[in-house]
C-alpha cells in the first residue's frame, strides 16, 4: 500500500521561508513522477512543482524562482523549499505520486502544465499560511 506524508507546513510572514517534506511509503517501481500541488480556499487544485527520478523538474510560473523541488532516493522523501513567500501562496498543499512512467520521462511531463490526472497516490495534505 502506497502512502504520502506530508509534513513542514506552517505560517509565516510575506518573504519567509518553508520547506515541506513528503515521505513515501510502500512504493515499490524505480521510475515515477513526484508533484506538489497546492488548494486554496474557493478555489481549483494547482500543480506547483514535479520532479522525476532523474532530477528532473519543472514548476508553475507563479513560482519559479522562489522554489525548489528535489528528492532524496535514500529517504525515499520529497522535498519542496519555498523561500519568498507570498500571502497569495496560502493554501493547503499536497504531494503525489504517479504509476511508473517510461525511462526519460521529463519533469515538464511530469508537470503537465499543472495537471493531476496521471498522479494516482496522495498525502492528506499540510497547511501553509503566509500573512503580510
Known amino acids: 500500500q502506497v502512502q504520502l506524508v506530508e509534513s513542514g507546513g506552517g505560517s509565516v510572514r510575506a518573504g519567509g521561508s518553508l520547506r515541506l517534506s513528503c515521505v513515501v511509503a510502500?512504493?515499490?517501481?524505480?521510475?515515477?513522477?513526484m508533484g506538489w500541488f497546492r488548494q486554496a480556499p474557493g478555489k481549483a487544485l494547482e500543480g506547483v512543482a514535479a520532479?522525476?527520478?532523474?532530477?528532473?523538474?519543472a514548476y508553475a510560473d507563479s513560482v519559479k524562482g522562489r522554489f525548489t523541488v528535489s528528492g532524496d532516493s535514500a529517504k525515499n522523501t520529497l522535498y519542496l523549499q519555498m523561500n519568498s513567500l507570498k500571502p497569495e501562496d496560502s493554501a493547503i498543499y499536497y504531494c503525489?505520486?504517479?504509476?511508473?512512467?517510461?525511462?526519460?520521462?521529463?519533469?515538464?511531463?511530469?508537470?503537465?502544465?499543472?495537471?493531476?490526472?496521471?498522479?494516482?497516490?496522495w498525502g492528506q495534505g499540510t497547511q501553509v499560511t503566509v500573512s503580510s
Open positions: 520532479i522525476v527520478a532523474d532530477g528532473s523538474t
Open positions: 503525489a505520486a504517479s504509476r511508473p512512467v517510461f525511462l526519460g520521462t521529463t519533469g515538464s511531463s511530469c508537470y503537465n502544465g499543472g495537471a493531476s490526472s496521471q498522479y494516482a497516490f
Open positions: 510502500g512504493y515499490q517501481f524505480r521510475n515515477y513522477c
